[in-house]
T-cell receptor, first 108, second 112 residues
Framework: KNEVEQSPQNLTAQEGEFITINCSYSVGISALHWLQQHPGGGIVSLFMLSSGKKKHGRLIATINIQEKHSSLHITASHPRDSAVYICAVRAGAQKLVFGQGTRLTINP | DADVTQTPRNRITKTGKRIMLECSQT?????MYWYRQDPGLGLRLIYYSFDVKDINKGEISDGYSVSRQAQAKFSLSLESAIPNQTALYFCATSEGQGDGYTFGSGTRLTVV
């Protein structure tokens, strides 16, 4: 079993829909990262959080340390949000453990 | 200019060839990392460096070597490339343990 599991693996939605991507982990962590990988391959860091909730524009990330679970929400989704979203947890001084990613497609 | 620059962006090489992937950063970060990404798998750590004199193996270092030429430069070498090293390679930096990461744009390597 992977230490970091994301669901769903693929998600297709219509423009304007509210999107939720989930991340569950099985190890103790000091922080959790949400990353976005564009179709061209580049990776951008969206959030780093260790508790509670963070918001940036239409993106919201939450984490529940006790339940070892995090969610990434996108409000009013847009085709430009189409990307692979990756959850990664910091499980040691140098180690990030990555989920397999969720491929999101937003249709106009 | 990008904060973390990887060269080349794409490379096709033959089995047995030596190849070097280069990474340079303008973030001023001490910590640098090399990851590889394969379809259906999460990114996996190849090597990491916390400063110029500190080099550490990651979870999949076999077949790879690195050089930290300066704080800003961290190169990954494949001494004798093999087809299962075909992957997307990312360089990343971070300032410290509790900080976020900055990724390069990736190098798509194909070994034929």
């Amino acid at each position: 079993k992977n230490e970091v599991e994301q669901s769903p693996q693929n998600l297709t939605a219509q423009e304007g829909e509210f999107i939720t991507i989930n991340c569950s982990y099985s190890v103790g962590i000091s922080a959790l990262h949400w990353l976005q990988q564009h179709p061209g391959g580049g990776i951008v860091s969206l959030f780093m959080l260790s508790s509670g909730k963070k918001k940036h524009g239409r993106l919201i990330a939450t984490i529940n340390i006790q339940e070892k679970h995090s969610s990434l929400h996108i409000t009013a989704s847009h085709p430009r949000d189409s990307a692979v979203y990756i959850c990664a947890v910091r499980a040691g001084a140098q180690k990030l453990v990555f989920g397999q990613g969720t491929r999101l497609t937003i249709n106009p | 200019d990008a904060d973390v620059t990887q060269t080349p962006r794409n490379r096709i090489t033959k089995t047995g060839k030596r190849i070097m992937l280069e990474c340079s950063q303008t973030k001023g970060h001490d910590r640098m990392y090399w990851y590889r990404q394969d379809p259906g798998l999460g990114l996996r750590l190849i090597y990491y460096s916390f400063d110029v004199k500190d080099i550490n193996k990651g979870e999949i270092s076999d077949g790879y070597s690195v050089s930290r030429q300066a704080q800003a430069k961290f190169s990954l070498s494949l001494e004798s490339a093999i087809p299962n090293q075909t992957a997307l390679y990312f360089c990343a930096t971070s300032e410290g343990q509790g900080d976020g990461y900055t990724f390069g744009s990736g190098t798509r390597l194909t070994v034929v």
